[in-house]
């Protein structure tokens, strides 16, 4: 198994705005109205949005590569953090996306370890997510990296406003 993790570059964009498009799909059409799903991604999920996000300063992109192939990437953002987290020392995982294809094949464990390596690196205390509380599989995943929930906070996916858990993992 061939599997390695690198830095994205501002060069990276449209494939991370690609990545992000199909596995945002692949993950919550099935459990969610096309009509959602469709203006989600076309007025808060756009290629425009999301390539812009390559760049900012605050964002990290990691991405992954199986058998020489992209396989995923996650995206960490030294920023805003909920009020629970005002005062910690944080560092967010904002997305964490494996391709359908690729599930299994330990892209997420890479990336997950690769997010914590990157928080220590950076001297973070903390690492922290959002994560929709029907994401079963996403949750179940978190929980055996240790995070814990703490929180709660409203998403907006097209008309419907769902609830994501806030999980947290300590990291000192």
Do not use: C
């Not at 995206?75 to 909920?82: T, V």
């Not at 995070?147 to 993992?169: A, I, P, R, S, T």
Request: net charge neutral; hydrophobic share 45%; aromatic share 12%.
């Amino acid at each position: 198994m061939n599997l390695f993790i690198r830095h994205a570059h501002v060069n990276d964009a449209t494939l991370i705005a690609d990545i992000s498009h199909q596995t945002f799909y692949d993950t919550f059409a099935a459990n969610n109205t096309k009509e959602n799903i469709d203006k989600f991604l076309n007025d808060q999920f756009t290629k425009g949005k999301l390539m812009l996000e390559v760049g900012a300063p605050e964002n990290i992109f990691l991405l992954a590569y199986f058998n020489n192939e992209v396989a995923g990437y996650v995206k960490l953002r030294d920023g805003k953090k909920p009020d629970e987290l005002r005062i910690e020392n944080a560092l967010e995982i904002a997305r964490i996306y494996s391709l359908a294809d690729k599930i299994g094949k330990g892209v997420g464990k890479a990336l997950m370890q690769a997010s914590i390596d990157m928080a220590k690196e950076k001297n973070k205390h903390l690492i922290w997510l959002g994560v929709w509380e029907k994401n079963r599989r996403a949750i179940d995943f978190y929980i055996k990296w240790g995070f814990e929930k703490f929180g709660e906070q409203e998403f907006l996916l097209g008309n419907d406003v769902q609830n994501d858990w806030l999980m947290k993992k300590n990291l000192v």
